[in-house]
Antibody
Framework: EVQLLESGGGLVQPGGSLRLSCAAS????????MSWVRQAPGTGLEWVSG????????YNADSVKGRFTISRDNSKNTLYLQMNSLRVEDTAIYYC????????????????WGQGTLVTVSS | DIVMTQSPATLSVSPGERATLSCRAS??????LAWYQQKPGQAPRLLIY???TRATGIPARFSGSGSGTEFTLTISSLQSEDFAVYYC???????????FGQGTKLEIK
């Protein structure tokens, strides 16, 4: 059974940093592209970052470019999102997500999502 | 950037009836479109990908159609558990990125 378990969310002041983690199990983590997708309270879904299976290719939404960094450790079956220079508008539930197939990010949609971790940016 | 527009924003349908949800892309995305269902407090669930392929375990009452810029999700006979928010998503960008529609809330009439 595929499981994606996010952690690392919490309350942070504007300008602060957080690192989210996503522990994956139930599939061969190193062979799938992965993403982070967020959802602000009461709103829709926004893709944040994507990464290839090897980790050598990463992509970010314009809204987080230069502030967020996606990475992965295939030896630990873990996906990360380093978030710096956080803004109030980054407040959201952050979901870790697995592509349905493929090593390259963006060629296929998401088939599994974690339950999400809440990030609140507020003074 | 490709913009995904869903209509209507809210759809009121009675149980047992058919629901038809629309999604339009601002430029062609071929068949690189997925549909997700999201219930309150839950993560989204993949329903359809490749515009018309049902994901594993998805009931046959869910069907997708379309290509290019116009897409439709049809739920043939609504069950109580189908009332939720539905999102379309394109995956046809270069550089790669995902873009979601703003969602359609399917509510009980």
């Amino acid at each position: 059974e595929v499981q994606l378990l996010e952690s690392g969310g919490g309350l942070v002041q504007p300008g602060g940093s957080l690192r989210l983690s996503c522990a994956a199990s139930g599939f061969t983590f190193s062979t799938y592209a992965m993403s982070w997708v967020r959802q602000a309270p009461g709103t829709g879904l926004e893709w944040v970052s994507g990464i290839s299976s090897s980790g050598d290719s990463t992509y970010n939404a314009d809204s987080v470019k230069g502030r967020f960094t996606i990475s992965r450790d295939n030896s630990k079956n873990t996906l990360y999102l380093q978030m710096n220079s956080l803004r109030v508008e980054d407040t959201a539930i952050y979901y870790c997500a697995k592509d349905i197939r493929g090593a390259r990010f963006g060629e296929f949609p998401i088939d599994y999502w974690g339950q999400g971790t809440l990030v609140t940016v507020s003074s | 950037d490709i913009v995904m527009t869903q209509s209507p924003a809210t759809l009121s349908v009675s149980p047992g009836e058919r629901a038809t949800l629309s999604c339009r892309a601002s430029q062609t995305i071929r068949s690189n479109l997925a549909w997700y269902q999201q219930k309150p407090g839950q993560a989204p669930r993949l329903l359809i990908y490749g515009a018309s392929t049902r994901a594993t375990g998805i009931p046959a009452r869910f069907s997708g159609s379309g290509s290019g810029t116009e897409f439709t999700l049809t739920i043939s006979s609504l069950q109580s558990e189908d009332f939720a928010v539905y999102y379309c998503q394109q995956y046809n960008n270069w550089p790669p990125k995902y873009t979601f529609g703003q969602g359609t809330k399917l509510e009980i009439k």
